[in-house]
Structures are given as structure tokens and as C-alpha cells.
């Protein structure tokens, strides 16, 4: 177990001989939010390791297995209300069974265009409408990792920030239920169904399952 080195709202995971991620959570305040008509608490934390920086929304009363969501931030999406991409149905998805059972957790990463940051992201998706490639292959005419995010200091910061031993992951993204798993989370995997908004949702969709082997189940009828 890494243990949390605490000072004035912040706490630090150090470092042992076997694990290299260094998690520190500064817990910010905890209050009321209404979503959708409904009242529900949030409890506020920033977390960081080494270039990851992200936020946790605390839900209600955590029980012992709550759902949890690890989203990467998409400005487009989830700003925006862009339908060329999935990113806002999943958020939209995860929060309403959160705020449905009444806890929960969101993982909010700084992770634009799956850890390439906007230029970039925005060059990918011009490069794919004029050479009609998906954005992964775009990437790599830039000469851009096709994903280059991280999920283990997410992952150690539900496990020793919030002391969470097992949770109900709601993702499609392999890569995630990965990283809680390595750190010793037992991991119940939700599927996330969408409805893909556009041709062009359904085109990323279909790239990320092709690239990245993420798993979508049938969206609702």
C-alpha cells in the first residue's frame, strides 16, 4: 500500500520499491449540486503525477463497489455539444446512472485529443476530412502516438486517496479497466450503449473500436 503523506487539504502517495507513480490529491471542498432537477453532494479533490492532472467529483456516500467513470477531458464534446464524437453521450450516460443510484465518482482528466492536447487534435481531424482517414490513422501521419494517455495515477488515486478495494467501472475503453486492475482494483466492467449522434460519431466509434478494441454494447432501441 502507498501510503498518503497529508498536509494542509493535500495528500501525497510516495513512492515504495515496487510501484513508480507518485499521486498527490488536494481535497477542495464538498457541497451541493442539482443536475437535471435533482439534488446530489460533491466532494471536490484535484489530483496529480508527474505531467497527469485531473479532478475527482466525490457522488453522495460512497458504498463499497460505487460506479466510477474515468473521463478524458473533450473540449468539443463535452463544451460544445459536438455530435462527432461520442465523448458527451458517455459523460451524459455515466452521470445519470451515478446521480441514479446517488454516489458515485468522476475521474475528470486534462487528457484533450486522447493525450495530444487541442492543436493537435484539431490538426488530426482536418487531416481525416481531407484524406478521409479516421483520426487514429491521422495521428500517425503526424507523427503523433495515436494515444498517449496514462490512467495509473487515476487508478492509485481510487485506490489510496479514496481507499477503494473494488468499483463498478462504467467505460467502453480497455485501456482503463487495464490500469485499475494492475493497481490491484477489482473491477466490474459496464458497458456504456450510446447512440452514435452523427455519421461521423459512428465513424470514430468504429475506430476506436478497430484501434483501440474498445467494447460497445447495443445502444438502447
Same mark, same amino acid.
Given at each position: 500500500?502507498?501510503?498518503?503523506?497529508?498536509?494542509?487539504?493535500?495528500?501525497?502517495?510516495?513512492?515504495? *520499491?515496487?510501484?513508480?507513480?507518485?499521486? *498527490?490529491?488536494?481535497?477542495?471542498?464538498?457541497?451541493?449540486?442539482?443536475?437535471?432537477?435533482?439534488?446530489?453532494?460533491?466532494?471536490?479533490?484535484?489530483?496529480?503525477?508527474?505531467?497527469?492532472?485531473?479532478?475527482?467529483?466525490?457522488?453522495?456516500?460512497?458504498?463499497?463497489?460505487?460506479?466510477?467513470? &474515468?473521463?478524458?477531458?473533450?473540449?468539443?464534446?463535452?463544451?460544445?455539444?459536438?455530435?462527432?464524437?461520442?465523448?458527451?453521450?458517455?459523460l451524459? &450516460?455515466?452521470?445519470?446512472?451515478?446521480?441514479?443510484?446517488?454516489?458515485?465518482?468522476?475521474?475528470?482528466?486534462?487528457?484533450? =485529443?486522447?493525450?495530444? =492536447?487541442?492543436?493537435?487534435k484539431?490538426? =488530426? &481531424?482536418?487531416?481525416?476530412e481531407? *484524406?478521409?482517414?479516421?483520426?487514429?490513422?491521422?495521428?500517425?501521419?503526424?507523427?503523433?502516438?495515436?494515444? *498517449?494517455?496514462?490512467?495509473? /495515477?487515476?487508478a492509485?488515486?481510487?485506490?489510496?486517496?479514496?481507499?477503494?478495494?473494488?468499483?463498478?467501472?462504467?467505460?467502453n475503453?480497455?485501456?482503463?479497466?487495464?490500469?485499475?486492475?494492475?493497481?490491484?482494483?477489482?473491477?466490474?466492467?459496464?458497458?456504456?450503449?450510446?447512440r452514435?449522434?452523427?455519421?461521423?460519431?459512428?465513424?470514430?466509434?468504429?475506430?476506436?473500436? &478497430? /484501434?483501440?478494441? /474498445?467494447?460497445f454494447?447495443?445502444?438502447?432501441?
Amino acid at each position: 500500500m502507498i501510503p498518503l503523506v497529508c498536509g494542509t487539504g493535500r495528500c501525497s502517495a510516495a513512492d515504495d *520499491s515496487t510501484r513508480t507513480a507518485a499521486v *498527490s490529491i488536494t481535497v477542495a471542498a464538498e457541497h451541493p449540486l442539482t443536475r437535471k432537477g435533482r439534488e446530489i453532494t460533491v466532494r471536490v479533490m484535484e489530483v496529480t503525477g508527474g505531467h497527469d492532472i485531473g479532478h475527482i467529483l466525490v457522488f453522495g456516500e460512497l458504498g463499497p463497489n460505487p460506479l466510477v467513470r &474515468l473521463h478524458s477531458r473533450c473540449l468539443y464534446g463535452d463544451v460544445l455539444g459536438s455530435q462527432d464524437c461520442d465523448c458527451r453521450a458517455e459523460l451524459e &450516460l455515466a452521470l445519470d446512472m451515478i446521480q441514479a443510484e446517488g454516489a458515485g465518482v468522476l475521474v475528470y482528466l486534462e487528457q484533450e =485529443g486522447r493525450g495530444a =492536447g487541442l492543436i493537435v487534435k484539431a490538426q =488530426g &481531424l482536418r487531416l481525416s476530412e481531407e *484524406s478521409g482517414v479516421d483520426t487514429f490513422t491521422s495521428y500517425r501521419m503526424l507523427g503523433v502516438d495515436i494515444d *498517449s494517455r496514462s490512467y495509473e /495515477h487515476a487508478a492509485e488515486s481510487l485506490r489510496t486517496g479514496l481507499d477503494l478495494t473494488a468499483v463498478r467501472l462504467l467505460t467502453n475503453n480497455p485501456d482503463k479497466v487495464e490500469a485499475l486492475r494492475t493497481v490491484g482494483l477489482a473491477v466490474e466492467v459496464i458497458a456504456l450503449g450510446t447512440r452514435p449522434s452523427s455519421e461521423r460519431a459512428q465513424r470514430y466509434m468504429e475506430a476506436k473500436r &478497430l /484501434h483501440a478494441g /474498445h467494447l460497445f454494447r447495443r445502444h438502447p432501441p
